[in-house]
C-alpha cells in the first residue's frame, strides 16, 4: 500500500494529478488538495479503498492481459462521500499497467452536494501509480459548480 497525493486546480474543469508512493505503512491514504481559482479555497481529504473486483475480458498468449475492474472509494475530510468507478486495465508481464476509468463521486465538497464525474487515465510503473483526473463538464448539478 503507499500514499497517495492529489492536488486539483478548478478552472471550467478540474486538472488532478496523482502520485503513488510506496511505504512501510500498510494504509493507503490519499490526500486531496482542491484550489479554487475564484474562491483560492483548499479542501483536503482521503480516501480508502472499500472494494476492488478486477475480472480479465481478454487474454491472449504473448501479449498483456485486458481487465474490467469494479471499485468502490469512501472519501473522508472536507470532501467527504463515496467514489464509484469502473476501469479498464492493461498489465504487461514485466508488472507496468496502463488504466483508464470512469469515477461517479457522490457527496460533498465544502458546503457543496451532489455528484460528479471524474475521469481517470494514468499509468503504473515500479510501485507508482501517475494518473491524470479530469472532471467531466455536465457531469454533476448546479450544486457542484464553480
Not at 476501469?87 to 463521486?105: I, K, N, P, Q, W
Amino acid at each position: 500500500m503507499g500514499i497517495i497525493s492529489i492536488v486539483m486546480l478548478i478552472t471550467t474543469a478540474f486538472a488532478v494529478a496523482l502520485t503513488q508512493v510506496k511505504t512501510k505503512d500498510a494504509n493507503q491514504k490519499t490526500q486531496v488538495a482542491q484550489e479554487t481559482t475564484s474562491m483560492r479555497k483548499h479542501a483536503k481529504a482521503t480516501f480508502g479503498i472499500k472494494s476492488w473486483d478486477e475480472k480479465p475480458y481478454n487474454e491472449m498468449d504473448g501479449t498483456p492481459k485486458l481487465i474490467r475492474g469494479s471499485v468502490i472509494k469512501s472519501y473522508q475530510g472536507d470532501i467527504t462521500g463515496e467514489g464509484k468507478l469502473e476501469c479498464l486495465m492493461m498489465y504487461r508481464d514485466d508488472g507496468t499497467a496502463s488504466f483508464v476509468c470512469l469515477e461517479r463521486v457522490v457527496g460533498s465538497v465544502g458546503s457543496r452536494s451532489g455528484s460528479f464525474v471524474l475521469q481517470h487515465s494514468g499509468t503504473f510503473k515500479e510501485g507508482i501509480a501517475t494518473v491524470t483526473l479530469v472532471v467531466v463538464p455536465g457531469s454533476g448539478p448546479e450544486t457542484c459548480a464553480g
